[in-house]
């Protein structure tokens, strides 16, 4: 910046390699911050950070008139602010997100066949209170109602919830 003989003030601060630089940083640290909202692991917001702060100081060297550093030091926070309030308005208008916008309430992820019940099997694992169990050859997951049961117990299917069939003892049902 010069000033005339005649009073008036010559911005060259653009034409200058070094106020290239601050602006090739700026840019980039705003666009690191901008990505962050879409990207979120914390590094990209942390890395354009570092290199806004990195434009103002290497403005700041550059630049001996405090006044000019300041205002630099406020746009820069505007700017920050603005790409915030534009990548939350981006989130909020996009409406195909990743994330759910619904409740997921009353949401199983599998279920235990409900024909199960009444058939008997054995005990593939000791059942304390869980284990495996087999039904027609196939192996489920169970949970024993009456305690511990043994391997090689005979048992017999009175539920289930979830993955899980509940199972009591084949004899405790006789008795």
């Not at 200058?16 to 990209?44: N, Q, W």
């Not at 235990?112 to 008997?120: A, S």
């Not at 997951?141 to 009591?168: E, N």
Request: hydrophobic share 50%; glycine share 8%; net charge negative.
């Amino acid at each position: 910046m010069k000033i005339e003989a005649d009073g008036r003030l010559h911005f060259d601060l653009l034409l200058k390699s070094e106020y290239m630089i601050v602006a090739i940083l700026a840019f980039l640290g705003l666009a690191l911050i901008y990505l962050e909202f879409f990207l979120p692991t914390g590094l990209s917001a942390v890395f354009g950070a570092i290199v806004l702060i990195g434009s103002v100081v290497y403005f700041s060297v550059n630049t001996p008139e405090l006044f000019f550093v300041l205002i630099y030091v406020v746009s820069m926070l505007i700017m920050v602010f603005m790409i915030c309030k534009l990548a939350l308005w981006q989130i909020e208008r996009k409406k195909n997100s990743l994330y759910l916008d619904q409740d997921q309430e009353g949401f199983q992820a599998s279920f235990f066949d409900k024909t199960l019940i009444g058939k008997t099997g054995v005990c593939l694992s000791d059942l304390k209170p869980s284990g495996h169990i087999s039904l027609d050859s196939e192996s489920y997951q169970a949970v024993s109602k009456a305690g511990y049961l043994s391997k090689g117990t005979s048992i017999i299917v009175i539920g289930g919830q979830g993955a899980y069939v509940f199972v009591q003892s084949h004899t405790q049902e006789k008795t």
